[in-house]
T-cell receptor, first 114, second 115 residues
């Protein structure tokens, strides 16, 4: 059974802290994605990775960085958390070829920055 | 600008009733269209995926239709159940050339099914 897991369901951090969000998939997928989801805005792509150590910016990469050292793991890093980064963060993975293959999402991490 | 618009924003129906959710898009060139169901506090789960050559696809009580000429899709839910209460998200894949694809997400329709 397909599985994408995220390290935390809920996280509370202070402004200025460095925050790590971890995502692990067990499907041997090449592609992995990080999205944020805000009320009234829908899902927005932050970064994606199509292979180990490879990454591309999405629509809203500012204030974020990512790391993919192993195929199954994709980390999202907030270098200095700010209150406007309070959001639901969703990780997803897929086989290569978004024209054909499904994206599988994790359960999400609700991050609150105070 | 490539956009995906969903309507209505929210909908309340009684258990057992049918309903239809709408998705209009301006994404071009189009590759495929997907409908996702997202329960509150969870990640989205795929319901259907359709290419431009398909105009209907079913998944149990969920039936999606696609009119690529008018750039419209609908998701019909038959005999609704309380567990259908969720947000339904329309996602259109843009073929930006070669093997490059980009997903454009709608903002979702929040469906509430009441007993």
């Amino acid at each position: 059974d397909v599985k994408v897991t995220q390290s935390s369901r809920y996280l509370v951090k202070r402004t200025g802290e460095k925050v790590f969000l971890e995502c692990v998939q067990d499907m041997d997928h090449e592609n992995m994605f990080w999205y944020r989801q805000d009320p009234g805005l829908g899902l927005r792509l932050i970064y994606f990775s199509y292979d180990v150590k490879m990454k591309e910016k999405g629509d809203i990469p500012e204030g974020y960085s990512v790391s993919r050292e192993k195929k199954e793991r994709f980390s999202l890093i907030l270098e200095s958390a700010s209150t406007n980064q309070t959001s639901m963060y969703l990780c997803a993975s897929s086989l290569p070829g978004l024209d054909t293959y499904e994206q599988y999402f994790g359960p999400g991490t609700r991050l609150t920055v105070t | 600008k490539n956009q995906v618009e969903q309507s209505p924003q929210s909908l309340i129906i009684l258990e057992g009733k049918n309903c239809t959710l709408q998705c209009n898009y301006t994404v071009s060139p189009f590759s495929n269209l997907r409908w996702y169901k997202q329960d509150t506090g969870r990640g989205p789960v795929s319901l259907t995926i359709m290419t431009f050559s398909e105009n209907t696809k079913s998944n149990g009580r969920y039936t999606a239709t696609l009119d690529a000429d008018t750039k419209q899709s609908s998701l019909h839910i038959t005999a609704s159940q309380l567990s259908d209460s969720a947000s339904y998200i329309c996602v259109v894949t843009l073929n930006s050339g070669g093997s490059n694809y980009k997903l454009t997400f709608g903002k979702g329709t929040l469906l509430t099914v009441n007993p």
